[in-house]
């Protein structure tokens, strides 16, 4: 009986040694993410998207994963890539000339291995008076993907107030 209490007493130790290097082992996966340096980079990624799309160029826009989703206010989802570059073309095409796109991050929620990004941030268009004529939010989903992240699943609202329709 003594041996029992014993060996129950050791393999309880051990279970609680075991769990505790795994908290350990976490912790300091959590404390290898740089949370600002992500930012940054994310930062820049809106920064390229923005000057692509303020030049015109839909080639230089590297963003999005070819399995990518976007949502939009009071449309329908495009998905793939190519949906999404063809709504942007048609944008593009439509875009008042001066006017210029800006994002900014203001939030990033970074998964403990630094695989996953959700950016929360601010969008807005203004013209060569640096008058804002369209404002407001996003969400997106980045992975890492061959070092790099890649944008797969994004949302953005208005801020524009709803106008009735009679």
Known sequence: MKNKTIKGILFIVFITLLAACKQKKEEAETAAVDKDQVKKEIQAMENA???????????????????AITYSQNAPALVSKYEIDNSIREDIKNFPKGCKLS????????????????????????????????????????????????????????????????
Request: contains cysteine.
């Open 49 to 67: 998207f923005a000057a692509a799309y303020n030049d015109r160029n839909l080639d230089a826009i590297v963003y999005y994963a070819d399995d």
């Open 103 to 166: 994002n900014t991050t203001t939030e990033v929620h970074v998964s403990n291995d630094g695989n996953q990004v959700v950016e929360i941030g601010l969008y807005k268009v203004t013209d060569s008076t640096n008058t804002i004529k369209s404002s407001g939010n996003y969400i997106s989903l980045f992975e890492k993907r061959d070092g790099k992240y890649i944008c797969v699943r994004d949302m953005a609202a208005s801020n524009r107030p709803k106008t009735e329709t009679k």
